[in-house]
């Protein structure tokens, strides 16, 4: 056989083995379950976590459904970034709740970038409202969880110092205190003592991860960020959980980085 065939041959190959490996990684959904500990809580509390949908055709949501029903969580969280600022028809975001709502579990969201970088971000907003979703921007929410004291916090993305000591300023450091960023990195700058979880997305887990380096690139940290993926423990009170999410940014590739949701328990 000509050598040039054999050539073109293993390309096609390697082409057609790399468009397949990417597929899986965008689309077929992993689990990512996480336990936490805290002197604060009794028994156990369990958070489903879902970000970055940025409106994945792809992503089967009946499968999202089954997962996180079967896990049957306490609240679910939405980090931001459900839709993308391409979006234009909001019907698969809308799909997206539609099948979480089936569950009958409270939901609280807080909006990404690319919610605020979409001009139609008002009408997203409202379809939201109107389908149940709990608002935490600049909110703080109190549950009783299993008489556990919760209080949910929720940051916008650009939240300067002073917007953050508004937030905290009820803060109870009885209760354990989530705050829902979608931003991991701005709300590590400013602190507060008593915030035990911090709930994050954004950087997708680098999208492209390699062996022992971790991400590759995060937006607002650029090569190899600090703040990529899974659990960062920031202080001895605060932890920083960061799910990689459910959609890509630019380009629809995923390197040893499978879309996710994440199962949360705090014991």
Do not use: C
Not at 49 to 74: M, W
Not at 160 to 184: G, M, Q, T
């Amino acid at each position: 056989m000509n050598s040039k065939i054999i050539i073109i041959l293993i390309v096609l190959t390697l082409m057609f083995t790399f468009m397949m490996y990417n597929h899986f990684q965008i689309s077929k959904i992993r689990i990512s379950k996480v336990s936490f500990e805290s002197d604060k809580v009794i028994g156990k509390v369990r958070i489903s976590q879902i970000t970055d949908f940025h409106s994945n055709d792809k992503i089967d949501l009946e499968d999202i459904y089954n997962k996180v029903a079967s896990f049957n969580p306490h609240i679910i969280v939405l980090t931001g970034d459900i839709i993308d600022f391409k979006t234009r028809n909001l019907s698969i975001a809308y799909s997206l709740i539609d099948s979480l709502n089936r569950i009958n579990k409270p939901i609280y969201f807080v909006k990404g970038n690319h919610e605020f970088r979409n001009p139609m971000d008002l009408e997203f907003e409202n379809g939201l409202i109107e389908r149940g979703v709990i608002f935490t921007q600049g909110q703080k929410i109190d549950l009783t969880l299993e008489d556990n004291q919760i209080s949910i916090f929720g940051a916008g993305f650009l939240f300067e110092s002073w917007d953050y000591d508004k937030l905290y300023s009820s803060l109870n450091k009885n209760n354990y205190n989530i705050l829902l960023s979608h931003s991991p990195n701005r709300p590590v700058l400013y602190l507060h003592d008593n915030i035990d979880l911090i709930l994050s997305g954004h950087t997708h887990g680098g999208q492209v991860r390699l062996p022992i380096i971790g991400g590759i690139l995060s937006p607002g940290e650029g090569l190899f960020p600090k703040y990529d993926k899974g659990i960062i423990k920031i202080d001895d009170n605060t932890i920083l959980y960061i799910d990689s999410g459910l959609g890509n940014s630019l380009l629809p590739i995923r390197f040893l980085n499978p879309v996710q949701i994440s199962e949360l328990t705090i014991n």
